[in-house]
């Protein structure tokens, strides 16, 4: 142990070791199951699937043995476990998801750098790998990032140099190489906030807003937190004002009630893969309810994937609130218990806002985001909504199965942009209007925006705008305003407007509003769930959960309602498209959207059933199973075959059931499930899974045949066995529900612009005035915030006050000490600059690029053009002096250097490596010649966007 021990990086040992002895019996089995699987991690004949669980255990326990076995999975890093890292993850083709789990790995070295279980030499080779990797990878590919820009990628490589950099340059050693990535990954680190669009949402959809944005953002937020002891959350960053805190919560807002991600991109639906920044927000504010939407759903069963590592665990037992709500969360009294996640209203007025019920029952979703420039994860939907009710989806959205036809126009966009083509074009079938809940013109299936970097033109990339967002209001409203979106095709279109409005908790009016100069075919569109049928008021819609959605066709349109396969490629894998058309250079449509349940629950026949199931096919409890499997839990064999059987009895739950009553039998959320009741086998039907191999998104409902309710005299025996539930485990409930019918609602017309409808034992009087929004845009007040690279200064200023321990793994006569004499070099002492340009290591002549351009030492022009001109090595295993090139032509547009145009040039032809293109075309713009710019004139329109972007930005400023 050291003399003088530093507190482990970003943990609060105290809050972790208490979160770890709660003595709730559920938290109680899932500490045990963390144990469990640090435990398999560590294992010296596996390379680690969970590689920070044991280094947490050795935190919150303080024994010793942990502390070991966390060391060993990291020395398996300088005994090969690195260099097959680097052989099967492609860091040099995708660096970030390489970069956030070195910084992390970095970061369970500090938490075990005092523990002694490393010898100093151990220490300073971990130490030297972590820097070495850093520079190799993160450090080169964000000076490709021309220009700067942000999105998930930019975090994570900005992320692994501010971790990597700090804690090797200035918290446990004092490596100058390590202070200089630690300088500039700050810099990176702020634009990463300050260049996502206004409101921070990183446009790249639900997928990797809540599982990788999110809790990057929440890790990058602690990290600088705990650098300065400052607060960072709620802190404006220029031009937009936007906050670390705004990015980690957008993740929040598209987790919907299901327990789903919002079907924002083509990922389409699926499960949030973890939920550290869920716990994280409830202990950064204060708020157990944060917490509560994810503790018993998936946010705990799975140890996710995002970003790019399992250890969402780790930093759910880190941050988590103090106490940790109960796992299973009851709904208030007389109203059946659902699975489905806390939901709350929440609005940016750039992106989206979202309306839930004081029941938290109903949930709808408007978007106005345009999303990607050019689309390359989400798809565009400029007034699109999407609804829940009851924990299932009704209108729907997403991925699509190639059987769905694609709009001609946006295929040839997609596929003539160059970064796009490698994407199957099948995934952008969603990118088509007519696949959303939206509006439509004249059947334009496709409207394509010219592209715009958003960092730059805010107005262009901006297609929709907040009209309005009311959720306290009675009624509650929220409305957008996205005629810049239809603009581009239609030029005569003043007005796009779609206004959402809450009745009588549970009751959605949906407002089109068009207003044009001159007469155009509107359509409202709306994407249900497969079954779907017309009805004399409109359509019913009845989901395989037994939810019911009608909706409710208010005035005089042309209505259709037309079934198409593909699209979810979730779920039914079908949808039915209702459309409502009307001709008019004014135009207005409203519809009304009604959930209820179609089903009665009569008994919960056992409480949230979970198992997973390890590699090593070892079972682990992922939580107390109780009722149904009291006596499995207490007898488990140590292995299991892939399955086991389960018996329960109803224990005279349908004794006053009607004889013709229809039974419905809810089943967890896993495939491979097989049904007998009373000895009988039963049919269980078989969702359409995720692409990725999920388990069935939603419960599963059986119908149990009549004549086997009747025979069963008041008593179901029910055998239920479980297969091929492996490592996505079990979840859910076993419930037996009733199906109802669910009555017509009777709507009348009592006036010109006023509808009466009635329902069940309630009824809503509707005035269509009291729909409309206005028509001027709510401007959000202009907020500046702090400049980025200000920010970055000050925290690379306060660091350097502190006093560092010595840097004793740089070894005398290596590279490393090398490395480090060229970053202590400044202008006034350039030969050791100078004369590292010649060295033997590829890496003493990146930094000697790179210092001689901070430093403007015109002297190592020569040597820096000499370092270009050399033939490029394409092989992605040798690509060091792609390496050099990239920062020498970086190095050389700094000292504007005019004899280098004509080899940068060159460059710009070469098609292999997007990064020494963009760098050449960044450093001809400040070079800014005329030869230089007319060079850059050849590029403007270049298919490679940020080329382009770069050449137009000088082109315009020269």
Known sequence: MNDNPLSPFLVDVARLRQNASMTDSVWQVRWRQFCEQASVAAKPDRES??????????????????????????????????????????????????????????????????????????????????????????????????????????????????????????????????????????????????????????????????????????????????????????????????????????????????????????????????????????????????????????????????????????????????????????????????????????????????????????????????????????????????????????????????????????????????????????????????????????????????????????????????????????????????????????????????????????????????????????????????????????????????????????????????????????????????????????????????????RRLLADLTDDLSMTIRNDQDVVLADNLRIMIDQIYDHLPVTQPWCYTVDVTTQGSIAHVHDDADLLLELPHVYGVSLEVNGHAIDVPRLAEHHHGEPALLPIFVSLPRDLVRAAEGELTIKVTLRDFRHWGIHGRLRLHERIDVDVPVVDQTGEDAWRVAWDDQSACINLADLRSPAQPLRRPQVTGEDAAELAASVHNAVQQHDAPAASWIKPDTSAERGASVCRADANDSQPILTALLDDDWQVRMLAAKCAGLCGIEAAMPALREMLSHPLVMDTAAQHNLREQVMAAWALGKLKDGDAVPRLAELLDVQNYYGLRRVAAQALSRIATPQALDVLQHVAEDQDQEVAEAALRALRAG
């Open 49 to 598: 699937r969970w590689p920070l669980h044991a280094a947490v255990v050795w935190l919150a326990t303080g024994d010793s043995s942990w502390a070991s076995r966390g060391a060993a999975q990291l020395l398996a890093l300088l005994g090969g476990q690195y260099q097959r890292m680097l052989e099967s993850g492609h860091p040099d083709t995708d660096t970030w998801m390489h970069a956030a789990p070195m910084a992390r790995r970095a970061i369970a070295l500090d938490w075990l750098w005092d523990s002694g279980t490393f010898t100093q030499a151990q220490r300073d080779e971990l130490a030297e790998l972590f820097i070495c990797d850093a520079l190799r990878y993160a450090y080169v590919v964000l000076h490709c990032r021309v220009p700067a820009h942000a999105n998930n990628q930019g975090m994570a490589m900005a992320l692994n140099l501010v971790v990597v950099g700090y804690l090797f340059g200035h918290r446990r050693g004092d490596d100058p190489r390590g202070r200089l990535i630690f300088r500039e990954g700050l810099v990176h680190l702020m634009q990463q906030i300050a260049l996502l669009p206004p409101g921070g949402f990183g446009s790249e959809g639900s997928t990797y807003a809540a599982g990788i944005e999110a809790p990057l953002g929440a890790l990058a937020c602690a990290t600088l937190e705990a650098i300065t002891n400052e607060s960072w959350f709620d802190r404006k960053i220029a031009p937009w004002g936007n906050t670390f805190g705004s990015q980690v919560e957008h993740g929040s807002h598209f987790l919907s009630p299901s327990g789903l991600l919002f079907p924002w991109d083509q990922y389409g639906y699926q499960r949030c893969f973890g939920a550290a920044p869920e716990a994280y927000l409830a202990m950064r504010l204060n708020d157990v309810n944060r917490y509560r939407r994810v503790t018993h759903g998936n946010g705990w069963r799975q140890s996710g994937n995002g970003p790019w590592m399992t250890d969402d665990h780790a930093w759910q037992w880190i941050w988590m609130p103090l106490p940790p709500p109960p796992p299973d969360v009851r709904e208030g009294e007389g109203r059946e218990a659902t699975e489905h996640l806390l939901a709350h209203a929440w609005c940016e007025p750039h992106t989206g806002a979202a309306l839930v019920s004081r029941s938290q029952q109903f949930h709808l979703l408007q978007m106005w985001s345009w999303s990607s420039a050019p689309p390359t994860r989400c798809h565009m939907h400029p007034n699109n909504i999407v609804v829940e009710a009851f924990g299932s989806p009704l209108l729907v959205d997403g991925h699509a199965h190639s059987t769905f036809s694609l709009a001609p126009e946006l295929a040839k966009h997609v596929s003539s942009n160059s970064i796009m083509a490698r994407y199957d074009t099948s995934w952008w079938a969603q990118g088509s209007i007519a696949a959303h809940s939206c509006i439509m013109l004249d059947d334009a299936r496709a409207m394509v925006m010219p592209y715009t970097h958003v960092s730059h033109h805010e107005d262009a990339q901006t297609t929709g705008q907040l009209l309005m967002h009311e959720p306290e209001a009675d009624p509650p409203r929220l409305a957008g305003e996205v005629a810049r979106f239809y603009q581009h095709t239609f030029a005569d279109v003043h007005s796009v407007r779609r206004t959402c409005t809450l009745i009588a908790d549970q009751l959605f009016a949906v407002c089109d509003q068009v207003d044009a100069d001159k007469s155009h075919d509107v359509l409202s569109q709306f994407v249900l769930r497969s079954g779907a049928e017309v009805t004399e008021y409109g359509v019913r819609l009845r989901t395989a959960e037994h939810v019911v959605l009608d909706l409710i066709a208010l005035g005089e349109s042309e209505n259709s309602l037309h079934e198409y396969t593909g699209q979810p490629s979730v779920m039914e894998q079908r949808c039915h498209h209702y459309r409502r058309r009307r001709q008019g250079a004014t135009v207005e449509l409203v519809t009304l959207l009604l959930p209820r349940l179609g």
